[in-house]
């Protein structure tokens, strides 16, 4: 691999890694990245989602206090989130790529709508009660569906995470990013394990693409806490749409 190639991958890891800590999305830049290099489709989305995973381990870390006080709800979700992104891993393996690609877009600009009215649904939702209630059957169904998109392709799988809990669970922004990131390293982490037992990814690129996911992962959860909760809204809904956009392209 030449120097310029090497470069290449670690720039788009970085980029990823700081799109995936904010919202997700970061596989529209790494992922495109690896095709433009010569590598086949299947190859690229393998060793893209083994790649960014540390950039997700880093996301996670730095969101560790607004996830401290979730461990309970975490430890629920965590076997749905699993089963999920197994899921998602096996139809990628198993089905043409152009059967889930017609619904991807779709799924991604449904998630945007729905975070973006995330506010008002909500208050609907509640009915001006003072103590905004769990929503279990919500939360695990839509955290179920997240999953195995994610273990699928993953682009935006941070912005279907954060619309669902968004509706499902009582908390901020801050907080529901928090438990986003946690399982969007959940689902990549056992995506990629299926992967490398499928095999079939490249080493090389894996490394250097892992290399700047992960100092993006970190920078990116850092960006979205200091962003205050309307301006990280607008980003995470920009960066929905933006993907919905390129993926009908």
Request: charged residues 10%; without cysteine; proline residues 5%.
């Amino acid at each position: 691999m030449s120097a310029s190639h090497v470069v290449l991958i670690v720039v788009a890891g970085l980029i990823a890694g700081v799109f995936n800590g904010v919202a997700g999305g970061g596989s529209l830049v790494s992922f495109p990245v690896l095709l433009a290099l010569g590598y086949p489709a299947l190859t690229a989305n393998i060793t893209n989602t083994i790649g960014i995973w540390p950039g997700y381990v880093a996301s996670a870390a730095g969101f560790r206090r607004e996830v401290g006080d979730q461990s309970r709800r975490l430890l629920r979700l965590t076997p749905v989130a699993l089963a999920g992104g197994i899921a998602g891993a096996v139809l990628l393996l198993t089905t043409s790529p152009a059967l889930f690609d017609d619904v991807v877009p779709w799924l991604v600009l449904g998630a945007s709508a729905l975070f973006a009215a995330q506010p008002v649904l909500r208050r609907s939702l509640d009915r001006g009660s003072v103590h905004p209630r769990t929503r279990p059957v919500l939360l695990v169904a839509g955290v179920f569906v997240a999953s195995v998109y994610g273990g699928y392709f993953g682009a935006a799988m941070g912005v279907m995470f954060l619309a669902v809990l968004g509706l499902a669970v009582p908390a901020s922004l801050a907080h529901t990013s928090g438990l986003r990131a946690v399982l969007s390293m959940i689902v990549n982490g056992v995506a990629a394990i299926v992967f490398l037992v499928h095999g079939g990814l490249a080493w090389e690129a894996v490394g250097w693409l892992a290399l700047g996911s992960l100092a993006g992962g970190y920078l990116g959860a850092r960006l979205a806490l200091a962003l205050p909760a309307p301006v990280l809204r607008l980003v995470v809904v920009v960066i929905g749409l933006g993907t919905a956009v390129k993926l009908l392209a």
